[in-house]
């Protein structure tokens, strides 16, 4: 009997012990979940590597599949890179400060080179992508990687979800002293229901489709915490079968657009 209570007992100590030191420090609930997600999405690319190799080694693969398998072991591992990039690059931005590494920076410049690094995949899909010539310089004081980061992961999102034919268009605006930047897609769009969730971490709305297309489900929760980082807001306005668009708005230091726009 005292055996069968202790069986009952210890687990509960334990489950009450964990939502104690939860309450007291968020942040290490927050690690800890992360690192569960990290585990769980690292073992599906690996493990369906480890699989494909071992039929591969031990010659249960018809020669004519053999191409075929090795192309799994190819797109598995390339999407293991990105994941593993884009958790590091992410733990990084939990340890960065809001005011590292600043400086004055032209978003459209950022914006075009990100455009031409996703040109051959945006072709590949059959997505124009188009960076519009605003009528005043989006200069604002940021940290340049992660502007570069930020843009990237923008376009490539939107040119992912997108459709055969479809249109990805990058626009800036000046708006008093805030610097609006627009990413809007003609693709397929998020239902109203998950829309609040997009920016969560591994989030996906549809995993068989980020699958296929190699996405980690960091993008856009890389895209929210750069914007924080930046005190920059950000938005979202999306329609199934309409498209998506992403609006973040920053907030830039009027001594420093004075002395750009004045030289």
């Known amino acids: 009997m005292v055996s069968e209570k202790r069986k009952i007992a210890r687990p509960l100590a334990q489950r009450i012990l964990k939502n104690g030191r939860d309450a007291a420090d968020p942040a290490a609930k927050l690690r800890r979940e992360f690192s569960a997600n990290v585990s769980h999405e690292l073992k599906t690319p690996l493990t369906s590597i480890a699989g494909y190799a071992e039929m591969l080694d031990e010659g249960m693969v018809a020669p004519e599949d053999r191409a075929e398998f090795i192309r799994k072991i190819r797109d598995e591992s390339r999407r293991l890179i990105a994941l593993v990039e884009d958790v590091m690059f992410i733990s990084k931005l939990d340890e960065s400060r809001a ?17 031409g690094k996703l040109a051959e995949k945006a072709a590949r899909s059959e997505v124009a992508v188009t960076v519009e010539q605003p009528r005043e310089k989006p200069i604002i004081r940021a940290n340049r990687l992660m502007m570069e980061e930020l843009f990237s992961n923008l376009i490539d999102n939107a040119v992912k979800y997108n459709v055969p034919g479809g249109q990805v268009m990058v626009s800036f605006e000046r708006e008093d002293a805030k610097t609006h930047v627009t990413v809007a897609d003609t693709g397929i769009g998020i ?3 998950v829309q609040e969730r997009v920016f969560e971490r591994f989030y996906r709305v549809d995993r068989s489709r980020s699958k296929k297309t190699g996405g980690t489900g960091l993008g856009l929760a890389i895209v929210k915490h750069i914007a924080l980082i930046h005190d920059a807001d950000i938005r979202l306005a999306s329609e199934p079968g309409i498209g998506t668009t992403i609006g973040i708005t920053f907030k830039p230091f009027f001594i420093e657009w004075k002395k750009v726009n004045n030289k």
């Open 99 to 115: 005011d590292g590494g600043f400086e004055l920076i032209d978003l459209e410049v950022i914006a075009r080179e990100a455009a």
């Open 191 to 193: 239902p109203a229901e």
